[in-house]
């Protein structure tokens, strides 16, 4: 691996600054010492008088990190008494920094040893690194990387698995994956780091391959590696990998603990399947607040809002306390299915039962509720009585609830504001088009769009995945001049419009965004992206096999009118996880019940 030429000395001479800076002086301070040898025992005197105590090792260290928040310790340890130092100290001060996640300390001892001449061995870096991730300093990071190989410590597995670790945390996730391979050894430990380091970088993709390479490799997965691959399943909707992850579990008997558990249910909710979440749920022995967030926010995006409410009781009678993230999950379950009583009634409480400060996440998900349900005005009031200032998902969703009952006026008021916050995205544009097309001033929508194409702001494209025998197929908006290799689609798609005519069905071309003739404007609209998914699915897959597309924006109300006949005319079940929540269609209804 290349690294770029960095000088230690000189790097991490500008750390003990800052930290110092950071590091107030305080009286409270174990004093001067001196080992002894022979007896592995540390001799401190007395600040008053020349009487000095005489402390075992062990004892001695514990009493000096009783001390490490009076971060004093540790700059007078080393600015006066550096010549009473050694290596074996500075190792189990460091680690018992980072254990106590007192990072900022355990990057000043490691610069202090270097001013006074201790060298570092390869057990020193682990700890070290662990901490520069948490700080996200990768230029100190990528300094002892450079002085972890010229000590020679680069085929060390535990320090090279460290700086994987740190370098994703420092979002270096090419950095990370050039050092893996370029590792000779590899445990288990390195490929966690590396899988849970793609996860946590949001490159699901990536995650899931290498934990195939880990299984080809002969290493055996075990529990942490199963949380970070069913983590990244849950966000690409890859219900067949996390099932054979689920089922790799059960086989090879790893512990269903609070972690692996919580995962899969996750897992399965996040894929459309709660009751497998559910059955997930009632076979943990242990269970904590996170694995009942993960099971009422698996029923809110699902739509099932009165399950997630009872789920929330028994986890109050059960001495569970909610927290921030219980209640954002409770009040999406209102949003979701429209529950504005229970949804005041659990906001309030939420403040004065529990004593919890609402977030800007709250806030936003009783904006949502009311502006949806029409109560306009009350969702007002909510923002100009709220503590804080309302941030883009505020306006937004006020937006989106003027654009459903035709305020125009209110409509205009949110996007001013949102794009004072906002002006370069442009899904903010896109909905004050969807506001005007409404009401079809095609006039102002072709100001809006002028704007955007004189301003360089384009609209995120949709794109919707399917995963087919564990593969996962991407399909982006697109019409008929660019077919891209899948013409059997298209041809099925123009099959599929002719059978739905003859049932009812009538494209919604009020949503299209430009004023043209409406055979141009039904022609748009047939090669959205998740129709594309489902032609697709529909060519690829048996007549009892339930389709999974997941969409990375809402789903239109025309591709939502179409899923819901195609369920009925092919005798399909089809869900489809959009950017909120879940539509379940079967039967030529939708579990949302239309209210989405």
Known sequence: MVLPRFNHEEIIETVPTTLNEALPMDPTLPLPYCFNPTTHSYRVPSDSNDSARTYPYDEFTLKLHSHESNSRSSALLFTQFHEFIDSELCHTILRCYTHLNKHLLTVFVYTQMSKIGILPDSSIFPAVLKSVAQLCRRDLGQSIHCCVIKMGFGSDIYSSTALVHMYCTCLLCGDARQLFDEMPERNAVSWNALITGYTHNRRFREAIDVFREMQAAGAEPGEVTTVGVLSACAHLGALNQGKWVHDYITRNRLRLNVFVGTALIDMY???????????????????????????????????????????????????????????????????????????????????????????????????????????????????????????????????????????????????????????????????????????????????????????????????????????????????????????????????????????????????????????????????????????????????????????????CQDCHQFFKLISMIYRRKITVRDRHRFHHFSGGVCSCKDYW
């Open 269 to 555: 909710a996040k894929c459309g399947l709660v009751d497998e979440a559910e059955k997930v749920f009632w076979a943990m022995r242990v269970k904590n607040v996170y694995t009942w967030n993960v099971l009422i926010s698996g029923y809110a995006m699902n739509g099932q809002g009165e399950a997630a409410l009872q789920a929330f009781s028994r986890m109050v009678m059960e001495n569970f306390r909610p927290d921030e993230v219980t209640f954002l999950g409770v009040l999406c379950a209102c949003c979701h299915q429209g529950l504005v009583k229970e949804g005041r009634w659990h906001f309030l409480s939420m403040k004065e039962e529990f004593r919890l400060q609402p977030m800007i996440e709250h806030y936003s998900c009783m904006v949502d509720l009311l502006g949806r349900a029409g109560f306009l005005d009350e969702a007002q009031e909510v923002i100009r009585t709220m503590n804080m200032k309302p941030d883009p998902i505020i306006w937004r969703a006020l937006l989106g609830a003027c654009r459903i009952h035709g305020h125009t006026q209110l409509g205009e008021f949110a996007i001013r504001n949102l794009l004072e916050l906002e002006p370069k995205n442009g899904e903010n544009y896109v909905l004050l088009s969807n506001l005007y097309a409404r009401d079809r001033n095609w006039v102002k929508v072709g100001q809006v769009r002028e704007m955007m194409n004189r301003t360089g702001i384009h609209k995120v494209p949709g794109c919707s995945s399917i995963e087919i025998g564990s593969v996962v197929y991407e399909f982006v908006v697109s019409d008929i001049t660019e077919p891209g290799g899948y013409e059997e689609v298209y041809k099925l798609l123009a099959v599929i419009k002719r059978q739905l005519e003859v049932a009812g069905y009538s494209a919604d071309t009020n949503i299209v965004l430009y004023d043209l003739e409406e055979e141009e404007k039904e022609q748009t609209l047939i090669y959205h992206s998740e129709k594309l998914a489902l032609a697709f699915g529909l060519l690829k897959t048996s007549s009892d096999t339930t389709l999974i597309i997941v969409k990375n924006l809402r789903i």
